[in-house]
């Protein structure tokens, strides 16, 4: 007898709201159906109000993806709609529902949503949780937290270090960590030479890359700093920081005044567009992610895709997925350790070796594990409900 297929609804950003979870929701989705989990996603029509978000536009530009179900639907301040919304998917009748959860202000929404899909019914929910424990924290987050916690069934973790952080929420032992999958995107890689043409860059420089948006955890002000090191000034080595400022520039300014970086560092302080990312990865020699506190992260995912040797600091699950001087560097979080291991990646022409090595490591990161992984956990919690524990 042919075994029934399973139905699945993502809840949780997508086209046309722009960034790393949208990119990884409508990836996960993609992956399900090519699984067999017949499975489409939920989007935000209002995601954050205009005053909460930091930078200039939520949403992206260009054609979504056309081989995959989304639709805009959730209002994130809305309670009506979240009914609406909870409505809808039991009638649907998905075998689970997958809700991304990223900070405590989407804990109402989210929390809501999957109360009310869960009240009479069979579905199962399961959470990704990217962090429970925000990189800044704000009044109400543990409320927020806790009453979304409490709606799910199981939950999926990308660090051990966020795994260990649901301890504070729940005892459940339905929780399992899968690495982040690799970002694979944003197309394929181009010479590095195409790159920085493409860039207008200067090919007789040398260029180490921070990508994503910017704010304090990210450590930018520690990479620049890194970078006044006479060491780094005379071998020609150029920072690109390809990302918008989700915060005042002014401090990451005067470092590069104080410093007289002007010529050191390429600022591209903008939102990158989709099909840009893969020339600055592609351009750089190394991508360095100097966070002062992280979880996980999609940068190194992306780096992974692109063959790209990586410098992480020794925080949350980075080091989990940067194994250190093998495919790159995991450093302490200050300039000076930073600025160590650049030296040490030039001095000592690592670049060959650890391109060799990302090659090999980032078999890790399939996205058809991930969703093996996902499916698994479904099946656990469901056969526990069938059996009446």
Request: hydrophobic share 40%.
């Amino acid at each position: 007898m042919e075994q029934k297929k399973l139905k699945a609804i993502i809840v949780g950003p997508a086209f046309p709201l722009r960034g790393g979870i949208a990119n990884f929701n409508e990836a996960l989705c993609r992956a399900m159906n090519d699984l067999g989990i017949e499975s489409k996603l939920i989007s935000f029509s209002l995601q954050y109000p205009n005053f909460l978000f930091p930078g200039k536009t939520q949403f992206d530009k260009g054609d979504g993806p056309l081989d995959i179900l989304i639709e805009t639907k959730i209002n994130s301040v809305n309670p009506f709609n979240w009914i609406k919304v909870a409505k809808q998917i039991k009638c649907e009748a998905p075998d689970f529902v997958v809700f991304r959860f990223w900070l405590p202000f989407m804990g109402p929404c989210l929390g809501t949503i999957a109360k009310r899909i869960k009240k009479g019914t069979n579905i199962k929910v399961i959470a990704i949780t990217d962090n429970v424990i925000p990189h800044e924290n704000r009044f109400g987050d543990k409320a927020f937290t806790n009453y979304f916690i409490k709606q799910c069934d199981a939950f999926i973790t990308m660090s051990q270090s966020v795994l260990n952080d649901l301890k504070e929420f729940t005892n459940t032992d339905k929780k399992i960590f899968l690495p982040h999958p690799i970002y694979d995107i944003f197309g394929e890689k181009v010479n590095k030479q195409e790159a920085i043409n493409h860039l207008n860059l200067n090919p007789l420089d040398k260029h180490i890359l921070f990508f994503g948006f910017i704010r304090k955890y990210k450590g930018l002000d520690l990479l620049l700093e890194a970078m006044s090191d006479e060491r780094i000034k005379k071998m020609n080595i150029k920072l690109i920081v390809a990302g918008e400022y989700y915060e005042d520039a002014t401090p990451y300014n005067k470092i590069v005044s104080k410093n007289k970086l002007y010529n050191n560092v390429i600022l591209k302080t903008e939102y990158i567009a989709s099909d840009e990312v893969r020339y600055y990865f592609c351009a750089a020699d190394m991508v360095c992610q100097p966070y002062r506190s992280a979880t996980q992260s999609g940068v190194t995912q992306i780096a992974y895709h692109f063959e790209k040797p990586m410098l992480v600091t020794n925080v949350g699950g980075l080091p989990e997925i940067v194994p250190n001087n093998k495919v790159g560097y995991v450093t302490e979080i200050n300039s000076k350790a930073i600025a160590d291991a650049i030296v040490d990646f030039y001095t000592n022409n690592k670049e060959e070796e650890f391109i060799k090595n990302t090659i090999l490591e980032k078999q890790r990161f399939l996205w058809s594990t991930f969703v093996v992984g996902l499916e698994k956990l479904y099946k656990q919690i469901a056969n526990e409900s069938i059996s009446g524990f």
